[in-house]
C-alpha cells in the first residue's frame, strides 16, 4: 500500500508562486511508475475539487480549467516524487492541497472526477491578496 506525503504549503502573496511536493512510500511491491498521480484541495467551506492529474509515464497531464496556464504537474519517478508548481497564485487558490496516488490508468482514463485510492493528509496553501 503506497503511502504519500505532502510538503510545501505556506502563506504567500497573490501572484506569487509555490511549489508543492508529494513523497511516496510503501512500495514493496510496486513501482511508483505502476501509480498515477495527482492532486486535490478543499477550500473552507467548499466541496474538494480535482485539481490536475498526471498519468504513471507522465505523458498525460489534465487540469481543471480555473488553474490552465498557471499550474503544472510533473514527477520525478526516480525519486518517487509528485511536484505541483503553482505561479499566478490567486486568493481562491487558498486551500487544503492533497496528493493522491492510484495504481493503473483508471484515473487518467475517468479524468479528475476519479477518487483515487491512496491519498495524504494534505498541506495548506494560503494566498493574501
Known amino acids: 500500500q503506497v503511502q504519500v506525503v505532502e510538503s510545501g504549503g505556506v502563506l504567500v502573496q497573490a501572484g506569487g508562486s509555490l511549489r508543492l511536493s508529494c513523497t511516496a512510500s510503501?512500495?514493496?511491491?510496486?513501482?511508483?511508475?505502476?501509480?498515477?498521480m495527482g492532486w486535490f484541495r478543499q477550500a473552507p467551506g467548499k466541496e474538494r475539487e480535482g485539481v490536475t492529474v498526471?498519468?504513471?509515464?507522465?505523458?498525460?497531464?489534465y487540469y481543471v480549467d480555473s488553474v490552465k496556464g498557471r499550474f503544472t504537474i510533473s514527477r520525478d519517478n526516480a525519486k518517487h516524487t509528485l511536484y505541483l508548481e503553482m505561479n499566478s497564485l490567486k486568493p481562491e487558490d487558498t486551500a487544503m492541497y492533497y496528493c493522491?496516488?492510484?495504481?493503473?490508468?483508471?484515473?487518467?482514463?475517468?479524468?479528475?472526477?476519479?477518487?483515487?485510492?491512496?491519498w495524504g493528509q494534505g498541506t495548506q496553501v494560503t494566498v493574501t491578496s
Open positions: 493522491a496516488a492510484d495504481r493503473g490508468n483508471d484515473w487518467i482514463y475517468y479524468g479528475l472526477s476519479y477518487i483515487p485510492r491512496n
Open positions: 510503501g512500495l514493496t511491491f510496486d513501482d511508483f511508475d505502476d501509480y498515477t
Open positions: 498526471i498519468s504513471a509515464s507522465g505523458r498525460k497531464t
